[in-house]
């Protein structure tokens, strides 16, 4: 090991003990602030250590995509009305689950179309559960940034045979998936897959009314914390497994409090149809 | 990956698991929110993939690449966005209790 590489390292450790001390924290009033500055910290750590990484070489086209993406997210922050921070929150998620998919997508194309090569087979299974997962969390989130600003009807849309329809919609994305895997520099199943994928977030997310919309944006959020724990195995990198299963486990915890405080089970929420009733989220 | 590395990461996998959810118990419905925010920026660590992602390769604009800097938008979107809406909500809380 490099001392460039020992350093990546212990920068990655670090970010990791700030992001779980910064999750813990953030539970309780008293040190919230504190504990977001702390996994504030940790994130900056991260992206550090990464910029030292020896195939770092594209510094204009990283640093110029970084300040365009700090504007657009400081602006929106900035400007978004008390009110409005849920569907803000679920708008950042959907960008995270964005992030997951490409990251995976531009690996798979590198490995399999640009170099020829043949991705193995841990390699080829977490790439597809990373585009997979972080395209449905992009959608699922979109829709979920829909119902709660008003621009998609906050009414649950049902329609009979929907279970049926995400059924069989999921076996031809698993189907498209193993295809895929199986060959890693064809473009049909690597499409299908990715397109059946974003189909079935906005398919999951419309018959939910919009008052369990809180519960299932938390329920998203742990799936973008899955994605990116995917994608940590596709690029062998231990933070993102670390701060992706951190968001994922926490994110299911989390989205559990949700749902007992408004008296409703997650299997309830997630079959949807009753959001318009229950009243109050 | 060989086996002994893909296992290792398994290790670091679980182990992470059980600790993300021993580190919610109690949290106060008006924490929900902002607990939400805060974790949904955490996973921008994205960012770190989608940075090695564009990183190679200066001046040349693959494919690949192009999905790295599509990625490192959206997440830095995601990482700056999601710390500063959850400083925001605090702040807000803190000034209630008061």
């Known amino acids: ?281 | 990956m060989d086996t002994q590395t893909f296992i290792t990461l398994l290790y670091v996998l679980i182990l992470a698991t059980f600790v993300g959810f021993e580190l919610i118990t109690k949290v106060p419905p008006t924490l929900h929110t902002p607990l939400m925010s805060g974790s949904n920026a955490i996973s921008g660590i994205t960012i770190v993939g989608a940075i090695l992602a564009t990183g190679p390769e200066p001046g040349d604009f693959s494919i690949s690449k192009i999905l790295g800097i599509a990625a490192l938008l959206f997440a830095t979107i995601n990482v700056v966005g999601g710390y500063a809406v959850t400083d925001r909500m605090l702040q807000m809380f803190k000034k209630k209790k008061k």
């Open chain 1, 1 to 281: 090991m490099t001392n460039r590489e020992l350093i990546i390292a212990l920068g990655y450790l670090l970010a990791s003990v700030l992001f779980i001390l910064g999750i813990k924290l953030l539970g309780k009033p008293s040190t919230a602030r504190r504990g977001n500055f702390y996994s504030a910290v940790g994130m900056l750590v991260a992206v550090g250590v990464t910029l030292m990484h020896q195939n770092i070489l594209s510094w204009t086209e990283i640093f110029a995509t970084v300040l365009v993406g700090t504007a657009i997210g400081w602006i929106a922050a900035k400007r978004v009305e008390m009110t409005q921070m849920p569907e803000m929150v679920a708008l950042f998620n959907g960008f995270g689950g964005a992030a997951s998919m490409f990251v995976a997508t531009s690996e798979q194309w590198h490995v399999a179309i640009e170099q020829g090569g043949k991705p193995e087979l841990i390699t080829a299974i977490t790439t597809v559960v990373s585009i997979i997962i972080g395209a449905i969390t992009l959608t699922g989130s979109l829709i979920a940034y829909g119902k709660l600003s008003g621009k998609v009807s906050g009414k649950a849309i049902v329609f009979s045979g929907q279970h049926l329809l995400n059924l069989v919609l999921a076996l031809a994305m698993v189907g498209a998936a193993v295809w895929s895997i199986q060959a890693p520099a064809h473009l049909l199943p690597l499409l299908l897959m990715l397109g059946i994928a974003l189909l079935l977030g906005v398919l999951t997310v419309i018959p939910i009314g919009g008052a369990d919309m809180p519960v299932v944006v938390s329920l998203l959020n742990s799936y973008s914390g899955i994605a990116a724990c995917a994608t940590g195995f596709v690029l062998n990198n231990q933070v993102l497994i670390i701060a992706g299963a951190l968001v994922g486990a926490s994110g299911l915890i989390l989205t559990q409090i949700m749902c007992k405080a408004m008296n409703r089970s997650l299997v309830s929420v997630l079959l949807g149809g009753f959001g318009q009733t229950s009243g109050s989220g």
